[in-house]
């Protein structure tokens, strides 16, 4: 949470934030992607930051867990199963029932430790894009996949969240465009309710798409991610650089213009920083320059708005 002001027509007018501000702790701290021990002291600096409202965790270990819930008093908890998907074999979308059905045992896993934890919100991906001639089969599983752990899901209240990713440049998975997202969504959702997109601003670079394309696909929108996409001798990489480190495609302006988008729409969800620190920089580097970059975004929104 915070509050920033504008000068507008000789007024100076303050505003808070309107949306609940997260971070993807398994991203600043990517370590945390090999190790459920320790997790909660490492990601203390955010806990404890008022700035924060939402903290995306990968896996926690029970003891951590109860540390972890003494903040709930002011912080909410969500779970990203990502590195399952795209470090560890785990493939929701595979044509392969036998593989398919492993994918599904091990997701369902991960809902039941979040659901009894009374986390509301899992994200997951969709396996690799295929090689062959089997998209349609391999779309027509990851939504056989997200009824089966929606289903589950709904026992705890809980939502299952599908991020698109790139589909050609660097993490090429089956699931990129939002046109491809939406129709896997809504032929779930004609069985569960409890399905949505997760749309991350990093991403846009790599599928060809402008904030303003969500208009499009409001009724679908679960959560949204912001962070950089990289660039290195033309090619586009999905790395989530800080905020003006080299390379690093977006800025204060993508975001302005997708708060613009988020308001214009009624969205009332969440928006997380998803940013990793590069080599030898400080994690406490990428997080005040993420800050920064929303709150200026937000003022640039505010002068729009109401200058």
Sequence with gaps: MFYTSIYAKGLELISKFPWRIGIV????????????????EKL????????????????????????????RYRMDFSVGVQPDILARGVNPSSIDESERGRAVEALKGRVKVAGERGIKYLALCSGPYPSGGSIEDSKEALANTLIELASYA???GMTILLESFDTRWDRRRLIGSLTDTADVLRKVRARCSNVALLWDLSHSPLLDEEPEMLKWYSDLIGHIHIGCAKRVDGKLLDTHPGFYRPGAINDERDVARLLEVLYDIGYKGAISFEVRPEEGQDPREVVATAKSVLVRAYQIFMEKKLG
């Design 25 to 40: 702790g398994f991203m600043v701290y990517p370590e945390l992607q090999r190790t459920n021990v320790g997790v909660a």
């Design 44 to 71: 203390k600096p955010i806990l404890e930051d008022r700035f924060f409202d939402l903290v995306e965790l990968y896996d926690v270990s029970d003891d951590d867990w109860r540390i972890l819930e003494g903040y």
């Design 154 to 156: 709904s026992k705890y």
